[in-house]
Each structure stands twice: as structure tokens, then as C-alpha cells.
């Protein structure tokens, strides 16, 4: 039994800056999951909280049943890769896979078979001679992994492993990350601000920012169900669009459109007379002559992207842009976000690449209202009209 | 091009006036400072090849050139193999657990958060301030109080002691050394101890290799305190050299000869520092740097 229960974690730093801000969490024995967020938002401080090398400043860290928050990192039994690999340099590979076996006064002939079949899993057989300053990237951080691997914890705690991997490896790697977890079935805690590695390698992640937990889902369920604007705004490339709207004689008034609510049934009640509408930039269809939508608007295109696949489309709403320091963190990384300078909202449509048009174009877009999100322009909480209807 | 994004022509500078000017004024700077180390070594060598009776103020070129003088200092009036061996000793047992302990405090300032650190280490670095000279008449009374006097004792106790500035350069190289590897170390199971001894410390060979060869030469060379604690067969070069090169009844002092084993004296360290060069100044240079 090694799942990982967090309870009410804080930490605050000497300078008075808290980190972790009460974080509540249970990961089952054998799950993969990621904390991912902005820079700053706390993730790593949380994984080294479970990992001994930071003390909590109040709650308990807990793994399997025991509570382990005043016990030292070498006494809980985890395994750490790091983002920059902290191979020792002054030993080969081979010795740095044993390290910590040794230290734990592993009987050598386990030392050699599990550096062995660490070094199998990994495809290190022909390098465990090297020194780290003789290999690559891409094979320190295989090296990273066999160390943590050979220990056999009963948790991995990896902190954006792969950020210094190129673009190519690192989708590699992920892949392998996937299967090693697969094979070996240890809760493993994953940091990374890369969506795209929390989306496709966590069971569940959890999206954080200023230090606390905003969701804590499947990957499907933060894509489609965000708890909140800052989970719709950062989990999503390109992100969530995001207008202002009021709710005033039966439709949902944005930029200028009139989208009447009944569309949405009965539940369309629930929304309060300001609200925050928002629509991924893959559910906008785009409308030709005689196309009808119920919802639909209209803007002249200022950007076009043509990605060979699909191409990307802005265009700006006559409404304010949505903003809040919470939407520029979660936009920070985003390569349209300097977009968001503008004083309108800036909608982006993600359309075929067949689309013909070009820039300055007009551009009329259909909105699905059952794939719209709702926000509460106060609190930034989802307003949710119908459960369980969506889902990937 | 080259790795430097600039081909050879354009890195190869023109021979200026200016550019000509500033190199002569560096070579001569650098020639003075080199006359100014090597002329009194250069005197030493010349003096040391004298006829023994002659004094300070001999001829310049020895001759002829009595090389029998280093015979004599070797052998002839007392037996230097005996004090030489004395004074390794003496300047290993104090070397290395003098580095090795301001190593782990020096570790222990640069890694360690605990309550009143930073105030500790200033008052580690305020101790330079006080001169030896007003320590140096209570530690002979310490000393000889606990019975000490005439053994090697005291160099292993100040060893064990560290010294400020050694504690100094370790704690600033340690400060900048990369905090995973003290992690990573962590979560394989190490404790703090396991961690300087099994990391850190083999990753600070330039920098163990200067406060080694500092501490070395210091003891080696050091007069006042075997001066003061060592009598007779336990005493080390420095003293003996000084005083011990005379006439039988005290009364002459063979100058030239006791600068041959002055001479002797100083080759081994010389020999060592030749040795070290490039891994002492590695270690200087980048402490503070590494990152």
C-alpha cells in the first residue's frame, strides 16, 4: 500500500512567501499523477514537501499508512528524478545507479542484477562505463531514470524531467514514461507546466496556481468540465476563449451577438446576469453562406495561422478582454498571448487547413452552446448547466 | 568560421600603437613582479654556493662554487633527514584534518539552515582579526599545562580545529555547488555526513587542493610555534635551520651553508606547489563560480 494522502499542506518560506497553501489531496497506490501549473504556482515545492527535502509548515504527509512528515527524506523511501538529472560527476553510470542501493546496504549480487535490469529497461547497457559528462541529454536523463527505477520505492517523484530534452525526444521519452509506469505500477507524482505531458501521461492531475490545488481530475474532466476560469484558461492549446457577457430578455448578450438561452433549457436559469462565457477555440465551426447555428457570430479576421494541419484564426469580439492577474499566469507560455494585450477580447478559431480565405477576411463561426463554459465573472467559478453531458 | 562566430583575419588584431604600448606595459609589469619573487630565491641559491666562512655580504658569483655546502647542511653539523621527516610529519598532521574539518564546517555554513548560522559564521570569520600574538603566550600556558609542550599534540588539535579561512573558501565553493546533488543524495538515502563525505567532497578536488597546499606551506615554513613547543629531536626545519648551522662551540655562523639547507628546506614545497600549480589555481578560481 503506497498511495499518498496530503492534508491541508502549507508551506511557507522565511521571507514570508507561502508556496503550498493548503493543499488536500489522496493519490491511490499505483496511480500517475501530475501537478501542473504556471512557474511559481507551487508544484515543485509540493512534490519536494512529499519528498522530505522541504519541511511542511503545518498539515501531514502521508504514504501508505504511515505519517511522514517529520521523517528525513532517506527514511521514506522515494525516488527522485530531477529536472536537471543531478547525476554525480564523479561517478560512472553504473555507480550511479548502485549509489543508492549501496547506501542502503543492498547485498552486491541484487546491486548488480538490478543496475542490470535497470540498464535493460532503459537501453543504458552499453553506457554504464560512462562518466555523465560523456553522454547526452537525452541519455543522462535515461540515466536519471534507471537510478530511481533500480531502487524500487514505493513512490517516484519526478520533477519536470523532461524539460531540457528537445522537442522530438521529449515525446519520446513521455512515451516510455507511460509504459515504464505501466510495467512497474508505482504511484508516481509527475511535475511539469506542460499540458500536453499532464494530459497524455497523468491517470488524474491536478492544476495548480498560488499555491493551491484549482482541480484535482482526469485529464478529459479538466479539459471539459473546468472547475474554474484559471483550469479553462490553462489546460487547452490555444487557450479557452473567454468574453464578457449579460444575461438580459432570454439570451446571453456577447460583443454585440444575441444568443438566445433556449438553447440551453431549462437549467439556462441558473446563470446570474453577468457571465463569463467561454468556448474552445476546436468547437467554433465556421459558418458559410446559408449555414445555420443558433449561436453565431461574426468578426473581421486579423491573424491567420496556417499550420499545415489546421490553421488558427483571430478575430476580436467588440466586448472587453477578460482579464485578471490568474488569466495571465495561466496564459504565460501560450504562444498568443501577447493577443491578450489587445483591449478586446480575441477570440481564436482552430479550423481546417482546407479553409480558403485569408486574413482581413470576414468570418462568421457557429458556437455548439452545449459546448460552451460558463463563469461566474465574480468568483471565476464554473456555473454549470448540465451535468455530464459533455465529455471527451 | 570559427566557434566564435568570427573567422581568423577578423580575430587576428592589428598591431596598433596603442595595442603595442599596452603589451609592453604588461610584460614589464609582469617582469618586474617576476624579479621581485625570483631575486631573493635567485640571492638564496647564489649565497648558499659560498665558502662557508663568508657572510651575508659575499660575492655576488660564488667562487669557486662549494656545492659540498649542501653535503654539510644535509649531514655534516646535524642530521636534516631526521628533522625533515619531522616537519612532513608535523605539517601532515596538521594539513589534513585541518582541511577536512573546515571542509564539513564550511559544508555545514553553506547548506544548513538552522537558527543563528549566518551570526555563527561571522563570528568564525571575526576570529582572523585577532592577532596570534595575543593567543599565542595563553596556548603555550594551555599547553603546557595539560602537558603537551614537546609533542605534536597541539598541530592535531588546531587541525581538528579548522581554520576561518579555510571554512571561509569552502563554504563559499559549497555555497554554489549544485543543491539536486545534495538532493538527489538525500532521497538515495544518504544523511548529511554521507552526503559531504560520498558527494561533495569528491567533487572538491581544486578546491581541497588549494587549502591543502596552503595549510602545507604555512606549517612547513612555520618558525614561532615549534619554536616555542618543540625541544631538541622533536623539533622541525624551521627552527633547527635557524639556530643550528655553527661552529661547534656556537661561536661562528656558517651562513652559507645554513642557507643551503634553507635551500633544501624549501624545495619540497616547491616541488609540490609545481605539481599543484594548475589544480590550485582551478580550485581558487572557481570558488564562488561553480554552478
Given at each position: 500500500?503506497?498511495g499518498?494522502g496530503?492534508?491541508?499542506v502549507v508551506?511557507t518560506?522565511p521571507?514570508?512567501?507561502?508556496a503550498v497553501?493548503?493543499?488536500?489531496?489522496?493519490?491511490d497506490?499505483g496511480?500517475?499523477?501530475?501537478?501542473v501549473?504556471?512557474?511559481?504556482?507551487?508544484?515543485?515545492?509540493?512534490l519536494?514537501?512529499?519528498?522530505g527535502?522541504?519541511?511542511v509548515?503545518n498539515?501531514s504527509?502521508?504514504i501508505?499508512?504511515?505519517?511522514v512528515?517529520d521523517?528525513?527524506?532517506?527514511?521514506?523511501?522515494i525516488a527522485?528524478v530531477?529536472?536537471?538529472?543531478?547525476?554525480?560527476?564523479?561517478m560512472?553510470?553504473?555507480?550511479?545507479?548502485?549509489?543508492?542501493?549501496?547506501?542502503?546496504?543492498?547485498?552486491?549480487?541484487?546491486?548488480?542484477?538490478?543496475?542490470?535490469?535497470?540498464?535493460?529497461?532503459l537501453?543504458?547497457?552499453e553506457?554504464?562505463d560512462?562518466?555523465?559528462?560523456?553522454?547526452?541529454?537525452?541519455?543522462?536523463q535515461?540515466?536519471?531514470?534507471?537510478?530511481?527505477i533500480?531502487?524500487r520505492?514505493?513512490v517516484?517523484?519526478m520533477?519536470?524531467p523532461?524539460?531540457?530534452l528537445d522537442?522530438k525526444?521529449?515525446?519520446?521519452?513521455?512515451?516510455?514514461?507511460?509504459?515504464l509506469?505501466a510495467q512497474l505500477?508505482v504511484?508516481?507524482v509527475y511535475v511539469?507546466?506542460?499540458?500536453?505531458?499532464?494530459m497524455?501521461l497523468?491517470?488524474?492531475?491536478?492544476?495548480?496556481?498560488?499555491?493551491?490545488?484549482?482541480q484535482?481530475?482526469?485529464?478529459?474532466a479538466?479539459?471539459?468540465?473546468?472547475?474554474?476560469?484559471?483550469?479553462?484558461?490553462?489546460?487547452?492549446?490555444?487557450s479557452?476563449n473567454?468574453?464578457?457577457?449579460?444575461?438580459?430578455?432570454?439570451?446571453l448578450?456577447?460583443?454585440?451577438?444575441e444568443?438566445?438561452?433556449s438553447?440551453?433549457?431549462?437549467?439556462?436559469?441558473?446563470l446570474?446576469?453577468?457571465?463569463?462565457?467561454g468556448?474552445?477555440?476546436?468547437h467554433?465551426?465556421?459558418?458559410?453562406?446559408?449555414d445555420?447555428?443558433?449561436w453565431a457570430?461574426?468578426?473581421?479576421?486579423?491573424?491567420?495561422?496556417n499550420?499545415?494541419?489546421?490553421?488558427?484564426?483571430?478575430?476580436?469580439?467588440?466586448?472587453?478582454?477578460?482579464?485578471?492577474?490568474d488569466?495571465?499566469r495561466?496564459?504565460?507560455?501560450e504562444e498568443?498571448a501577447?493577443?491578450?494585450?489587445?483591449?478586446?477580447?480575441?477570440?481564436?478559431?482552430?479550423?481546417p487547413a482546407?479553409r480558403r480565405?485569408?486574413?482581413?477576411?470576414?468570418i462568421?463561426?457557429?458556437?455548439?452552446?452545449?459546448?460552451c463554459?460558463?463563469f461566474d465573472?465574480?468568483t471565476?467559478?464554473?456555473?454549470?448547466?448540465?451535468?455530464g453531458e459533455?465529455?471527451g | 568560421?570559427?566557434?566564435?562566430?568570427r573567422?581568423a583575419?577578423?580575430r587576428?588584431?592589428p598591431w596598433?600603437f596603442?595595442?603595442?604600448?599596452?603589451?609592453?606595459?604588461?610584460?614589464?609589469?609582469?617582469?618586474?613582479l617576476v624579479?621581485i619573487?625570483?631575486?631573493?630565491l635567485?640571492?638564496g641559491v647564489?649565497?648558499s654556493?659560498?665558502?662557508?666562512n663568508?657572510g651575508?655580504l659575499?660575492?655576488a658569483?660564488?667562487?669557486p662554487?662549494?656545492?659540498?655546502?649542501?653535503?654539510f647542511a644535509?649531514s655534516?653539523?646535524?642530521?636534516f633527514?631526521h628533522?625533515l621527516?619531522?616537519?612532513?610529519?608535523?605539517s601532515?598532521?596538521?594539513?589534513?584534518?585541518?582541511v577536512?574539518?573546515s571542509?564539513l564546517a564550511?559544508?555545514?555554513?553553506a547548506?544548513?539552515?538552522?537558527?543563528?548560522r549566518?551570526?555563527l559564521?561571522m563570528?568564525?570569520?571575526?576570529?582572523?582579526?585577532?592577532?596570534?600574538v595575543i593567543?599565542?603566550?595563553?596556548?603555550?600556558?594551555?599547553?603546557?599545562h595539560v602537558h603537551?609542550?614537546?609533542?605534536?599534540?597541539?598541530?592535531?588539535l588546531w587541525g581538528?580545529g579548522?581554520?576561518p579561512?579555510?571554512?571561509f573558501?569552502?563554504?563559499q565553493?559549497?555555497?554554489n555547488?549544485?543543491s539536486e546533488?545534495?538532493?538527489?543524495?538525500?532521497?538515495?538515502?544518504?544523511?548529511?555526513?554521507?552526503i559531504f563525505l560520498?558527494?561533495?567532497?569528491?567533487?572538491?578536488?581544486?578546491v581541497l587542493?588549494?587549502?591543502?597546499i596552503?595549510?602545507?606551506t604555512?606549517v612547513w615554513?612555520?618558525?614561532?610555534?615549534p619554536?616555542?613547543?618543540?625541544?631538541?629531536?622533536?623539533?622541525?626545519?624551521?627552527p633547527?635551520?635557524?639556530s643550528?648551522?655553527?661552529?661547534?662551540?656556537?661561536?661562528?655562523?656558517?651562513?652559507?651553508?645554513?642557507?643551503a639547507?634553507?635551500?633544501l628546506f624549501?624545495l619540497?614545497v616547491l616541488?609540490l606547489f609545481?605539481a599543484?600549480q594548475?589544480?590550485?589555481?582551478r580550485?581558487?578560481v572557481?570558488?564562488?563560480?561553480k554552478g
Amino acid at each position: 500500500m503506497s498511495g499518498i494522502g496530503l492534508q491541508n499542506v502549507v508551506k511557507t518560506f522565511p521571507n514570508g512567501v507561502r508556496a503550498v497553501d493548503g493543499v488536500d489531496m489522496t493519490i491511490d497506490d499505483g496511480e500517475f499523477i501530475v501537478l501542473v501549473g504556471p512557474s511559481g504556482c507551487g508544484k515543485t515545492t509540493l512534490l519536494r514537501c512529499i519528498g522530505g527535502l522541504e519541511e511542511v509548515t503545518n498539515g501531514s504527509v502521508i504514504i501508505g499508512d504511515k505519517d511522514v512528515t517529520d521523517v528525513a527524506p532517506k527514511d521514506r523511501d522515494i525516488a527522485m528524478v530531477f529536472q536537471n538529472y543531478a547525476l554525480y560527476p564523479h561517478m560512472n553510470v553504473r555507480k550511479n545507479i548502485a549509489f543508492g542501493l549501496k547506501v542502503r546496504g543492498t547485498p552486491r549480487a541484487e546491486i548488480i542484477a538490478r543496475i542490470t535490469e535497470a540498464a535493460r529497461l532503459l537501453g543504458l547497457e552499453e553506457l554504464l562505463d560512462r562518466r555523465p559528462l560523456a553522454l547526452s541529454g537525452g541519455q543522462r536523463q535515461r540515466v536519471a531514470m534507471a537510478r530511481a527505477i533500480a531502487r524500487r520505492p514505493i513512490v517516484y517523484l519526478m520533477d519536470e524531467p523532461l524539460s531540457n530534452l528537445d522537442a522530438k525526444l521529449r515525446v519520446r521519452v513521455r512515451a516510455d514514461l507511460a509504459q515504464l509506469h505501466a510495467q512497474l505500477g508505482v504511484t508516481t507524482v509527475y511535475v511539469t507546466h506542460d499540458q500536453v505531458e499532464a494530459m497524455t501521461l497523468g491517470q488524474r492531475a491536478a492544476v495548480m496556481n498560488k499555491g493551491k490545488i484549482q482541480q484535482f481530475d482526469t485529464p478529459q474532466a479538466l479539459y471539459w468540465t473546468p472547475a474554474n476560469l484559471f483550469v479553462a484558461a490553462f489546460i487547452g492549446s490555444p487557450s479557452m476563449n473567454l468574453a464578457q457577457g449579460t444575461v438580459s430578455n432570454g439570451a446571453l448578450h456577447v460583443g454585440g451577438f444575441e444568443l438566445p438561452l433556449s438553447e440551453l433549457g431549462a437549467d439556462a436559469r441558473r446563470l446570474p446576469s453577468t457571465v463569463t462565457l467561454g468556448i474552445r477555440p476546436e468547437h467554433l465551426t465556421e459558418l458559410h453562406n446559408g449555414d445555420a447555428s443558433a449561436w453565431a457570430i461574426e468578426a473581421d479576421v486579423t491573424v491567420e495561422e496556417n499550420l499545415g494541419a489546421e490553421v488558427l484564426v483571430f478575430f476580436p469580439l467588440e466586448t472587453p478582454a477578460v482579464a485578471s492577474d490568474d488569466l495571465v499566469r495561466a496564459h504565460s507560455g501560450e504562444e498568443h498571448a501577447a493577443l491578450l494585450a489587445d483591449e478586446r477580447a480575441i477570440f481564436t478559431a482552430r479550423l481546417p487547413a482546407t479553409r480558403r480565405a485569408g486574413a482581413r477576411d470576414k468570418i462568421r463561426v457557429g458556437l455548439d452552446p452545449k459546448l460552451c463554459h460558463f463563469f461566474d465573472p465574480d468568483t471565476g467559478d464554473a456555473i454549470v448547466i448540465r451535468d455530464g453531458e459533455r465529455g471527451g | 568560421m570559427t566557434s566564435f562566430g568570427r573567422t581568423a583575419d577578423q580575430r587576428r588584431k592589428p598591431w596598433t600603437f596603442r595595442r603595442i604600448a599596452r603589451r609592453g606595459l604588461l610584460y614589464a609589469v609582469l617582469i618586474i613582479l617576476v624579479v621581485i619573487f625570483v631575486l631573493p630565491l635567485g640571492w638564496g641559491v647564489l649565497a648558499s654556493l659560498r665558502e662557508k666562512n663568508q657572510g651575508v655580504l659575499g660575492p655576488a658569483i660564488p667562487h669557486p662554487i662549494h656545492w659540498d655546502n649542501y653535503r654539510f647542511a644535509w649531514s655534516g653539523i646535524f642530521p636534516f633527514a631526521h628533522y625533515l621527516k619531522n616537519t612532513v610529519f608535523l605539517s601532515v598532521i596538521y594539513t589534513v584534518p585541518v582541511v577536512l574539518t573546515s571542509a564539513l564546517a564550511g559544508y555545514g555554513f553553506a547548506r544548513h539552515r538552522a537558527k543563528g548560522r549566518n551570526v555563527l559564521f561571522m563570528f568564525v570569520l571575526a576570529t582572523t582579526l585577532v592577532p596570534f600574538v595575543i593567543t599565542f603566550i595563553p596556548q603555550f600556558v594551555i599547553f603546557a599545562h595539560v602537558h603537551l609542550v614537546n609533542t605534536y599534540w597541539p598541530w592535531l588539535l588546531w587541525g581538528l580545529g579548522g581554520v576561518p579561512f579555510l571554512i571561509f573558501l569552502f563554504r563559499q565553493f559549497y555555497a554554489n555547488f549544485p543543491s539536486e546533488l545534495h538532493d538527489a543524495a538525500a532521497m538515495d538515502g544518504c544523511g548529511n555526513l554521507r552526503i559531504f563525505l560520498s558527494i561533495y567532497l569528491p567533487n572538491s578536488g581544486g578546491v581541497l587542493a588549494a587549502g591543502s597546499i596552503i595549510m602545507f606551506t604555512w606549517v612547513w615554513g612555520d618558525y614561532i610555534f615549534p619554536a616555542l613547543l618543540l625541544y631538541d629531536q622533536q623539533t622541525t626545519l624551521g627552527p633547527k635551520i635557524a639556530s643550528g648551522y655553527t661552529s661547534p662551540t656556537g661561536t661562528i655562523a656558517f651562513v652559507p651553508i645554513t642557507i643551503a639547507g634553507a635551500m633544501l628546506f624549501t624545495l619540497p614545497v616547491l616541488l609540490l606547489f609545481f605539481a599543484m600549480q594548475k589544480k590550485l589555481a582551478r580550485g581558487i578560481v572557481t570558488t564562488g563560480l561553480k554552478g
